[in-house]
Structures are given as C-alpha cells and as structure tokens.
C-alpha cells in the first residue's frame, strides 16, 4: 500500500490498526461511509464486505495516494471534498470516522459527525461508536498543554482516574463543553495541571485505551495548589470540541 510519509506513524501503530480492523471487520455491511479516508486503509478492508463504500478524503496530496490504492476496488467511489460539505444521496449502514484524538478537542470528529449522522439509517452503527473521557489531577511544570511523551512519573499524580465524560457518537453532541468536576485528592502535594486520558469504543463490546498514534493523554497545566491526602479540588474545565488546543482552558479551585 502506498502510503504519504507522515502517514507512516499511523500505520506502524499495530495496536491501533488491530482495533480497526477487528471493528470493521465485524460491522461492514452494505452503504459505507469512509470519513477521513486517508490513504485508504480502512476502505480497502470495508470493500470486500460492503455494497458500497463513499470514501472521503480533503487533504487532495493524501487523496492522491487514497486512490492508487482504491482504484482495484469497483465499489468504491473517492470524494476529494469536506465531509461536512457533502450530500450523500442514500444512507450509510455504517459510517468509519477516525478523526479521533484525546478529549475530541483538536480533530474534527464531533463536527464532521453532527453534520453527517443525519444520513445514517436508524439501525446503522458508527465505528468508532464513542469515547470515554477521564482525568486525572497531577503536578506539572510545562506552561502550555502538551501530549504525553513516555510515563509520567507516579509521584507526580495526586487522584486517581476519574471518568468525566462518557460520548455516543450516535447522538448529537454538544461542540462547546464547559465541565466542573470534584476530585478526590489522594497524595500529599502541589496540584499544577490535569491529565486528560481517552478511552475509544470501536464497538460497544471492543474498547481500545491509548496507543502511540491514538490518543496519547493530553497534559494541562493549571492554576498551582499545595493539598493534603483527602481533600478535594473542583477542576474547572472548557473547550471545544475540534475547535483545537487554543480553546482550551483549565483551572483548579480547592473544595472548603
């Protein structure tokens, strides 16, 4: 398969493709949509299953390599275009849409999806069909938000893992999100940021955590507070969803 250079990491990542593949492998069936095709990867595993496949690429240099790679399969039609622009003229059985990333903030996938849900039939399914959103109280000392790069040390985490949002990309969702979460200090020490982890449902019974080129969890710094075990701390939390990491804002006040 030819494949552009920064797609590489994508499909290095064997846990991440492995998900995939079960997924679709389990839930094509015939009209499906391919949002955000890429270089066709998961088209050219839905095909062989499908009636049809509608794969959907904007980025015109990744499209190029979308359709030398599509072009054996007949039931398969490349549209360069917008998902959020298009018409479809029947409804998907099934629609892929991987424009996943942690906490749906800085990929388009909530977007895309509430423009295109519409043309789902009502016993379709979505893969993947949600996510789970948690965090996690830490201290930090980068300024800005960062993606993880190897394990954050465990003297650094002050709560454990707390599930703050559950989504189901099947129903609308709401694009501006404004949270206020209670969290239960468990370890002596200097609260400085957040970790925001997503978990991603391929399907309701295939859960998928974080892999290399899926999720890495997101680092957030905050406003700083020096706590004792057994105390708790609101987080305040807001962003957009596909808005990007510039909407983002984070704060954290104790719980008197």
Same mark, same amino acid.
């Given at each position: 398969?030819?494949?552009? $250079?920064?797609?590489?990491? =994508? ?5 991440? =493709?492995?998900?995939? $593949? @079960?997924?679709?492998? &389990?839930?094509?069936?015939g009209i499906i949509y391919d949002l955000g095709t890429g270089s066709g990867v998961f088209s050219s595993w839905a095909a062989p299953l499908a009636s049809f496949v509608y794969a959907v690429e904007k980025d015109h240099r990744?499209? !190029? ?19 959020k622009n298009i018409n479809f003229n029947e409804k998907a059985d099934l629609i892929i849409c991987e424009m996943v990333d942690t906490a749906l %903030? ?29 965090? @996690? ?8 938000? /960062?993606?993880?790069?190897?394990? /954050?040390?465990?003297? @650094?985490?002050?709560?454990? #893992?707390? %599930? $703050?949002?559950?989504?189901?990309? !099947?129903? $609308?969702?709401? &694009?501006?999100? @404004? ?22 449902? #391929?399907?309701?019974? =295939? ?6 080129? #899926?999720?890495?969890?997101? =680092? ?37």
């Open positions: 398969m030819k494949i552009p $250079y920064y797609h590489q990491n =994508l499909l290095s990542d064997t846990q991440r =493709l492995t998900a995939f $593949y @079960e997924a679709i492998k &389990e839930k094509s069936r990744t499209a !190029k390599f979308a359709q030398k790679n599509l072009k054996s399969f007949e039931n398969v039609f490349l549209q360069i275009n917008d998902a %903030i800085d990929e388009e996938q909530v977007p895309v999806l509430n423009a295109v849900r519409k043309y789902l039939k009502n016993s379709g399914d979505i893969i993947p069909c949600g996510v789970f959103n948690g965090l @996690e109280a830490v201290h930090l000392k980068n300024s800005h938000p /960062i993606y993880q790069e190897g394990n /954050i040390s465990p003297k @650094e985490l002050r709560s454990k #893992l707390f %599930i $703050y949002d559950k989504i189901d990309f !099947k129903k $609308y969702i709401k &694009e501006k999100v @404004e949270y206020k979460i209670n969290v239960p200090i468990n370890k002596d020490g200097i609260v400085s940021g957040i970790r925001i982890t997503t978990f991603t449902l #391929l399907t309701p019974q =295939l859960i998928c955590g974080t892999t290399p080129m #899926l999720n890495p969890p997101l =680092l957030i710094p905050t406003n700083q507070l020096n706590m004792k075990k057994d105390e708790n701390i609101f987080v305040n939390l807001k962003y957009t969803m596909g808005g990007g990491l510039n909407t983002l804002k984070a704060s954290v006040e104790r719980i008197s």
